[in-house]
């Protein structure tokens, strides 16, 4: 959009619209005074949730002159934008922020800032609630709308939202080593069409590539850089309550999520009691829970949440009875948590595709399972079987908040 000076400073004759805003800066000494900060991230949050467009940081939207930035004002006027991206904006924005020279009409060369907004992955809330763009115009979106956007961005498009572009991410935040790994002898040994081919970048504008959210969250360090619920909260309890007096272990486990599902079920077994028995041949011992069935309830809800919706993370919660494991993320219409043990449901194709092919880590191989994920379907039902066999209880599956999250309930053996 706007790919040249001369297309941008057309478009600014022309004035505002709903892909263009221009903004006059003005400074009080080392800070900006306007626009106001609240307001910015109002229209911010409005054009991301709209079909995307620039902002040019330097022109009056009335006369439509080119007002410019004090050169040494440039970084204050980046930082003051970038934190109200990342502070003043739920979910924080992801913007491409650009220091340029256009020239007025006099011929004087004036620098300003251009922040490019995508049209975004999430519908975004600014200090005073949900706006769109229409027009040059900022309009807080009814209640119907919303829901309606809510609905378009995290449902309809489900099964597609693992392939979709990050903005703001770089192709240098895909770890060399962790893409590697994928690698066979049938890949194109031309780095970026591999990258392609997997779909972990893919052409988010004319020629240029980002990551996509499966290249982000599986051969990325940090995929909450870019993706800040993308973890696993987990909370060991002494007792059946969460209180945070009988908290015995919390961790946030991040990384890529093969590395996430290992330190899940890592922290299950640091956690979990297990009652030793003397018999005629020696000693037995008797773990509260089977780990295969809570690797399989950990690899299902990393590879099948919700990744569209921002602010829910996976929660892991051991007490001394149970394991609760929730997963943001409705169930499709055409499936309830009474069928999930006899229907498949895959939310997250790519990424399901992707753990197919990550080996199961050796500090977890007791599960008898070579790669991490299992394309036939059996992940509930091996739950169910071994966790009855251990405990003689079967596992609970619920929904609540209107279907918008899955707990799963794992009881320990007596």
Known sequence: MFDTDSELLKQILLGEDSSLALKDVRFNGNSVSSPNNRIMADELAAMANSCGGVF????????????????????????????????????????????????????????????????SLFVHKGPNGYFQRIGSANREMAPEYLARLFQERSQTRLIYFDEQAVPGASVN????????????????????????????????????????????????????????????????????ERDSADLLDTRDITGPLDVQIRDACLFVRRNMKIRAEKNEWGRSDHPQYSMRAVFEAVVNAVAHRDYSISG?????????DRIEIFSPGALPDSLSAETLPF???????????????????????DNKRTFIMDNRGEGVPVIIKDSVALSGIAPVYQTFDDNAELLLTIYAAA
């Open 56 to 119: 040019v940081l330097g022109v009056d939207s009335k006369s439509k002159m080119i007002t410019g930035i004090p050169e040494d004002k440039l970084d204050i006027a980046e930082t003051w934008i970038r934190n109200i991206c990342h502070d003043l904006i739920e979910p924080q924005l992801y913007c491409q922020i650009a220091k340029a020279h256009l020239f007025d009409s006099k011929g004087d060369e004036k620098a300003v800032i251009r922040v490019d907004v995508a049209r």
């Open 173 to 240: 935040s895909l770890d060399k080593s962790l893409r590697d790994k994928f690698r066979s002898s049938l890949s194109p040994d031309d780095d970026h069409e591999f990258l392609v081919k997997m779909k972990f970048i893919t052409e988010y504008e004319t020629g240029v590539f980002v990551p996509t959210v499966s290249g982000i969250l599986m051969v990325s360090d940090e995929p909450q850089e870019y993706l800040r619920s993308a973890y696993i909260q987990a909370e060991a309890y002494r007792g059946t």
């Open 312 to 320: 829910s993370k996976i929660r892991l919660h051991m007490f001394a």
């Open 343 to 365: 229907r498949q449901f895959s939310r997250n194709g790519l990424i399901s595709s992707l753990l197919a092919r990550c080996a199961v880590p050796l500090d977890i191989s």
